[in-house]
């Protein structure tokens, strides 16, 4: 009886203890802070990549031409990587980590001696409907060295930072009328929680920042004339955020399109690089003229180069050619 007492005893300390790991724990988890990486900007301190979104299709839907052009545009502008803004395998993300879709859509399509370079994803509403840890898995960058994928991360390049930010969460519709979609949300329950915290992260990040530039990626749109549009929760969530912390660029997937819409009321630019692949889906919604730099319903990429003082972008389409052109610049030393 005795004895019974005492071990009982030493159950409920051990599984107090154990309480207290999982909870300290659950609470070091939660406030982290986003995981960070270090790319070098060049010798002369400019920095070249592209961008691409909503690609992968096994070459079909133009792919491949449009990784042709894009191998050679990254010769020409000596890229040092490459990001993409999600969906990366349509249409159910990765079944696994052995899925040959990642050979036959990734490693065999983006071949071009300039593009064998670091790939930093993030994550599209697609790439959800799969195994989402799949991507994420080390065991991937062991079949493709170029291979990052995380949720949310920051990109230190010195010159700039890039902060990744995992948009498919937030977007109500996928948890209460999924339709016939299954989403993959290990890792993002409870929601409410997951949602707040990556808000704060990012703003806690964006505030620590000191860097001449700051771009924001991301698989939702912002602003967009395309067929999605707008994605409300980021609106209303995120873009409070992103202007109340000088952010430069949102740069976004989801429409397959390409597109730059201004802000009228912040100095963020609104760029869609959504036109890997699949395209031409004639979706076209009225935009106020004033903010609408830029729109092409078709396939193609967008270029960033970058250097202290001066960003510059360029669309261009699947033959290679620049549709549209955009810079900015900044002084080197700015009173705040
Ligand atoms: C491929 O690109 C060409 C040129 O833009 C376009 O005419 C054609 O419709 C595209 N094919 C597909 C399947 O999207």
């Known amino acids: 009886m005795a004895s019974r007492v005492v071990r009982n005893k030493k159950t409920m300390s051990k599984t107090l203890t154990f309480s207290c790991v999982i909870l300290c724990l659950f609470w070091v988890l939660s406030t982290a802070e986003l995981q960070r990486f270090q790319h070098g900007a060049k010798e002369d301190g400019s920095l070249s990549l592209l961008v691409v979104g909503d690609w992968g299709r096994r070459g079909s839907y133009n792919q491949s031409q449009v990784a042709l052009k894009m191998g050679i545009i990254g010769e020409k502008l000596d890229i040092d990587f490459v990001i993409s803004t999600g969906d990366n395998f349509y249409d159910n993300g990765l079944t696994g980590v052995d899925d040959s879709a990642f050979d036959d859509s990734f490693t065999k399509i983006y071949t071009a001696p300039s593009l064998q370079k670091q790939w930093y994803n993030v994550l599209g509403n697609h790439d959800y409907r799969g195994d989402v840890e799949a991507q994420m898995s080390p065991v991937l960058k062991k079949l493709d060295s170029r291979w990052l994928c995380l949720r949310s991360f920051i990109l230190d390049t010195e010159i700039a930072e890039f902060f990744f930010v995992d948009t498919t969460p937030f977007v ?40 001449k530039w700051k771009f924001v990626v991301a698989h939702h749109t912002i602003k967009s004339a395309g067929f999605h549009g707008i994605t409300r929760e980021i609106v209303d969530q995120l873009l409070p955020i992103l202007e109340a912390n000088n952010v430069d660029l949102y740069v976004n997937g989801h429409d397959h399109l390409l597109q730059h819409i201004s802000s009228l009321h912040s100095p ?67 009173a705040f």
């Open 268 to 334: 963020i630019q609104f760029l869609t690089s959504g036109g890997a692949s699949k395209a031409w889906r004639g979706d076209v919604n009225w935009w106020d003229p004033k903010e609408m730099k830029f729109f092409y319903d078709g396939q193609g990429f967008m270029s960033m180069q970058i250097t202290p003082t001066q960003l510059d972008i360029a669309f261009y389409d699947v033959f290679g050619q620049v549709l549209h052109k955009w810079g900015t610049s900044k002084k080197l030393y700015s």
């Open 172 to 211: 109500d519709s996928y948890f209460t009328n999924p339709k016939d979609h299954v989403y993959d949300w290990r890792g993002i329950l409870p929601r409410k929680a997951y949602l707040s915290n990556l808000l704060k992260d990012v703003d806690s990040a964006l505030k620590k920042s000191t860097a």
